[in-house]
């Protein structure tokens, strides 16, 4: 499927999706960061035609980050109508919930509950708008390495780019015409108060991890594997303990 076909097929998947609800949903609601996957996803909501509200949920957010955060939702409200923006400051927010978690703090724990505050502020705004939560989440990172925050950035209602690769992703956007800002951007999650991207943290582009997730012989492979595994928990169902009959 080329590409704008698939922009179209996203699009009518997601009011497709909205149409066949037993209580028809009246909003999408999503979160945008400045990155690629976000300004995708932010846009074929608003292509839908749906009220769409776009939530910039800084937390001790690099300026870089914020700033294409906040060009992208200006970007939306100037092209679609039905675009509404909104900047919710987390700061406040996160440092009570780190100063009263005192005795209990961790690194990895504390980015992760960035990720926690913005999922809750999604479904706030999302049952005072009878909307829904959409996801930006990527094939990569939700089904290849699981690199997303459990409860977090996975805690959605819909994935309408879930079954696009990375590079699928960069294709969408410049057929979008997204901000080229964006686009050349390195992908971060924006987790880390030190700005560090995704290649970083996972040590592979995303291009290798592609090749990767689709080679069995791939010189990537078993790194890609490692990583896998470590974040299993996350893909798989819930273990649930089953009681004999």
Same mark, same amino acid.
């Given at each position: 499927m080329?590409t704008?076909? *698939?922009?179209n097929?996203i699009?009518?998947?997601?009011?497709?999706y909205?149409d066949?609800?037993?209580m028809k949903?009246?909003s /999408?609601?999503?979160?945008?960061s400045?990155g690629?996957?976000?300004?995708?996803s932010? #846009? /074929?909501?608003?292509?839908?035609g749906?009220k769409?509200?776009?939530l910039?949920?800084?937390?001790?957010?690099k300026?870089?980050?914020?700033?294409?955060?906040l060009?992208h939702?200006?970007?939306?409200?100037?092209?679609?109508?039905?675009?509404?923006?909104?900047?919710i400051? +987390?700061d406040?927010l996160?440092?009570a919930?780190?100063n009263s +978690?005192?005795k209990?703090d961790? $690194?990895h724990?504390?980015?992760n #509950?960035?990720a926690?505050?913005?999922?809750?502020?999604?479904?706030?705004v999302a049952?005072a708008?009878? @909307?829904?939560?959409?996801? #930006?989440?990527?094939k990569? $990172?939700?089904?290849?390495?699981?690199?997303?925050t459990?409860?977090?950035d @996975?805690g959605?209602?819909i994935?309408?780019?879930?079954d696009c690769?990375?590079?699928?992703?960069? $294709?969408?956007?410049?057929?979008? *015409?997204? +901000?080229?800002?964006?686009?050349?951007?390195?992908?971060?999650? @924006?987790?880390w108060?030190?700005?560090?991207?995704?290649?970083?943290? /996972?040590?592979?582009?995303?291009k290798?991890?592609?090749?990767?997730?689709?080679n069995?012989?791939s010189?990537?492979?078993?790194?890609?594997l490692?990583?896998? $595994?470590?974040?299993?928990?996350?893909?798989?169902?819930?273990?649930v303990c089953k009681?004999?009959?």
């Open positions: 080329n704008k076909n *698939k922009v097929f699009k009518d998947w997601i009011q497709d909205v066949k609800m037993p949903a009246q /999408l609601v999503i979160g945008i400045g690629i996957d976000s300004s995708v932010s #846009t /074929l909501c608003a292509l839908t749906m769409t509200i776009v910039s949920m800084p937390i001790n957010q300026n870089e980050q914020h700033d294409l955060s060009k939702q200006r970007w939306l409200k100037n092209n679609f109508n039905n675009v509404e923006g909104h900047t400051e +987390l406040n996160f440092g919930f780190k +978690l005192s209990f961790n $690194e724990g504390m980015a #509950t960035r926690r505050l913005r999922m809750t502020t999604l479904y706030q049952a708008n009878k @909307g829904i939560v959409v996801g #930006t989440g990527n990569v $990172e939700d089904f290849g390495v699981g690199f997303y459990k409860y977090g @996975g959605v209602d994935s309408p780019i879930a690769n990375k590079t699928d992703v960069w $294709e969408l956007g410049k057929e979008l *015409k997204i +901000l080229k800002e964006i686009i050349d951007a390195p992908p971060t999650d @924006g987790l108060d030190d700005g560090r991207t995704d290649e970083g943290q /996972l040590g592979l582009s995303y290798e991890l592609e090749e990767a997730m689709n069995e012989n010189p990537n492979r078993q790194k890609y490692k990583i896998r $595994e470590a974040n299993l928990h996350k893909m798989d169902p819930i273990p009681i004999p009959n």
